[in-house]
């Protein structure tokens, strides 16, 4: 098992609205006491609650509860750590406060896995310098991934017919499950694998190999 899982907001709030948070870290082999998450995760879920109205009060209601269960990210600002924050801020118009907080997080994690919903952040990755790309190699997290995996696990029509409780949260599930419950299988995970192919041609190596939670 992973010593540590740092979630972004938006892949909590994808899971939670598709009702799969729980089988993910299952199924990735995360315990709820390896969760750790950005300090501002709480406010963020409750200012969406005020002023969002696309999804349920029970949805931002369960991501408030999650967050305030899991650890706060903690990142030692030593000089290593300044360091790392003034190069990092080179790339403020790709990779958000938020993605920052959690790559700095993962400097002194020896062993991690890091769950984002962020593309524009994962396709930023490779133009970092070399250590920090190499830290951050094969422990990424897509949402095509965990889908991908699910699907696996649980069989395809729990899945789609979870999915498709929210499926306009995420673009690319919108289009991979186009068809509502029309879509197949195969035309599913075909349209799947190939956000994740395009994600490993911009950051080769970045993601997971999903193989090893089979």
Known sequence: MSS?????????????????????????????????VLPTAKYWFQGQKKKARQYSEAIWDAGIELVSECQVIYVERDEGWLAEVEYL??????????????????????DFLLMTGDKVCMQALPKLSEEIFQRLMG??????????ILIRRLGFGVVQKRVLLNVD??????????????????????????????????????LVDVEKFR
């Open 4 to 36: 540590v899982c740092f979630l972004d907001n938006d892949i909590i709030h994808k899971l939670l609205a598709l009702e799969l948070f729980d089988d993910a870290i299952d199924v990735l082999q995360i315990s709820r006491s390896q969760l750790q």
């Open 89 to 110: 801020s080179q790339f403020n118009n790709q990779i958000h406060q938020g993605e920052r907080d959690l790559i700095l997080a993962t400097r002194s994690q020896p």
């Open 139 to 148: 422990r990424v997290v897509c949402l095509e991934q965990v889908v991908l």
């Open 169 to 206: 949260c995420d673009k690319a599930l919108r289009a991979c499950f186009g068809s509502g419950d029309r879509a197949t299988e195969d035309n599913v995970v075909l349209d799947l694998l190939g956000y994740v192919d395009d994600l490993q041609k911009f950051a080769p190596g970045l």
